[in-house]
């Protein structure tokens, strides 16, 4: 079968049966199957990030006609960062009842879809035939690399935004040719602000490229018209946003920029960016390789012969690199989630490098072009091999245990269970008000319940400034507390010296209540405050059971 579709697609190629497209094609298919087994791994469910549940605590509501709102029948919350992601998680949601499933299942499927747009993109930026064929290798390889399937089993919205820019990547590569194209391409290019806001940069410096270097007169006034209808794509997206949610940006930026979470917290995050960086690279090394050989060969070369579009994406990616190593707050960017995205954009620049390359290649000696690719072939597989091995090995392993899924049976999980005390017997409570810093999966399985974000990523008082204990105590009121998270050491440490706090809530550790991170306060007037307190005994008592029992015998 890989023989026959690399045949048919060498000869479209016009390179008959072409043995390059041949290796190219199984790299590629061998890098998706790796990472097909990594994902088996991992489908059990534990690599679901808490924020995954976010987004389908959002979908739930919306589903139950509260619309995009955190809380049911609450206000419109502006929360999530890729807004545009919640298409999708919301469409699955309408097949799938179970919010586990439903954050794996689109993940997958977006994940699946975004490495066939960006192995299409390296292969058309590459020109096909040989060196396009080298691309898609160099992306199964990617594909193949562990970290990739971190993303896949998040459930965050991490490679929906990768294909998303996939696309944009190409339609801004035929603007070069088809300038008349401004106008499809500068609305996508601003509705990528509601996949990621810093995704704009792409549209936006391809269109400063376009007018500041010689393109022709013609060419600079549609590279105005794309730089306006950007702008203005954007401006509609904030207007609406503003209407809608009150505020024009989503609640992350705001939370990230006003120091809400204090000195303490950004000493612990500290530096963090820079090693997911490296981490980053790490993973997307075979894309650097043709773009270091033709830059470091003649920068000034590659600068004469990068086209308005591709100068624009270079310059774009390096900036939103820059923006999350030295100006973002790396909050769950774990596994280098926030560079994700420039993965499409190198994917695109290597397509581009080869193409030259080659050209090169050929004016130098007519034998140094099919050495090269067969030496890459032999670097690609050097990495490939290796991975291949351990994700077999791994999903051997794996097979052997019950690998269903759902959020009830992950809820009794050690992690989720000790985290949140009581978790599973939140639904059944009467409605009360809870906050938390750590609210995705606890949203998920109270989904009726009222939930107060004391980070501000879902709430809106609590992502303009200082966190206020006073609001907390007086206005928001909440019955139960799980508290803060320990990175949030200057947040903890308020709520507990706070003297209407002490008046109001006690406050039980962690140890007592079976707790692996957070302890609990509860609301000494509330109307449920009994109910609560049986509630935390019970799992403390189990706890505490569960710690002192002798362990099993051997057989």
């Known amino acids: 079968m890989l023989r026959y579709l ?16 041949r290796l190219g094609l199984i790299t590629l298919v061998v890098g998706v199957v790796v990472l097909a087994l990594h994902v088996f791994v991992r489908w059990w469910g534990a690599a679901l990030w808490d924020d995954a549940f976010i987004f389908q605590r959002y979908a739930g509501n919306v589903l139950a006609g509260h619309g995009v709102a955190f809380n049911p029948g609450g206000e419109p919350t502006f929360g999530l960062t890729s807004l545009l992601y919640l298409a999708p998680v919301t469409s699955v ?58 993303h896949v089993v998040s459930g965050m919205d991490t490679w929906f935004g990768v294909g998303y820019l996939a696309v944009l990547l190409w339609l801004l590569h035929g603007f070069a040719q088809r300038p008349a194209t401004w106008l499809r391409v500068g609305v996508m290019a601003g509705v990528a602000f509601w996949v990621r806001p810093e995704l704009v940069l792409f549209g936006g410096c391809v269109a400063l490229s376009a007018l500041v270097l010689p393109t022709g007169e013609a060419t600079r006034r549609d590279a105005l018209k794309l730089g306006i209808t950007t702008a203005g794509t954007v401006l509609v997206l904030m207007a609406t946003a503003w209407a809608y949610f009150d505020v024009p940006l989503p609640l992350p930026f705001f939370t990230k920029a006003s120091g809400v979470y204090g000195p303490g917290f950004l000493r612990i995050y500290r530096g963090r960016s820079w090693s997911e960086l490296g981490h980053f690279f790490a993973q997307v090394w075979p894309l650097l390789i043709p773009i270091g050989v033709e830059f470091g060969l003649s920068p000034r070369r590659w600068w004469r012969s990068a086209g ?68 890459a072939n032999v670097l690609l597989w050097t990495q490939l091999f290796p991975v291949a091995g351990d994700a077999v090995q791994a999903a051997g392993a794996r097979a052997r245990h019950d690998t269903s899924l759902s959020a009830i049976r992950l809820a009794k999980e050690p992690g989720p269970s000790h985290f949140w005390p009581g978790l599973n017997e939140l639904s059944e409570m009467p409605a009360i008000t809870i906050a938390t810093t750590e609210v995705g999966f606890i949203g998920v399985m109270a989904p009726q319940q009222k939930i107060v974000d004391l980070a501000g990523l879902n709430t809106k008082a609590y992502a303009f400034g200082p966190f206020d204990v006073e609001h907390l105590v007086d206005d ?5 507390i799980y508290m803060p998270h320990p990175d949030y050491k200057d947040m903890v440490a308020r709520m507990k010296n706070d003297d209407r706090f002490k008046a109001q809530y006690v406050l039980l550790s962690r140890h007592r209540v079976g707790g692996s991170h957070f302890g609990v306060a509860i609301r000494m007037d509330g109307p449920h405050a009994k109910e609560i307190r049986d509630m935390v005994g019970r799992v403390g008592r189990s706890t505490e059971r569960h710690a002192n029992a002798a362990p099993p015998r051997g057989k």
């Open 6 to 21: 690399a045949r048919r697609v060498g000869q479209a190629d016009g390179e008959g049966a072409d043995p390059a497209a």
């Open 476 to 480: 928001a009121a909440p019955d139960l």
């Open 93 to 150: 949601r309408l097949g799938v009842e179970d919010p586990a499933r439903a954050a794996l299942i689109t993940s997958v499927l977006c994940a699946g879809s975004a490495l066939l747009l960006i192995a299409r993109l390296g292969y058309r930026a590459a020109g096909g035939k040989t060196a396009g064929w080298l691309a898609a290798a160099a992306v199964g390889v990617v594909a193949a690399a562990p970290v990739s399937a971190e």
């Open 308 to 375: 308005a579009p591709e100068r624009g994406i270079a310059v774009a990616a390096v900036l939103l690199l820059l923006f999350h190593a030295l100006i973002a707050l790396p909050i769950m960017g774990m596994h280098g989630r926030f560079y994700q995205p420039v993965l499409a954009a190198l994917v695109y620049l290597m397509g581009r490098s080869l193409t030259r390359v080659r050209a090169r290649a050929d004016e130098l000696s007519g034998r140094l072009w099919p050495a090269a690719v067969v030496g």
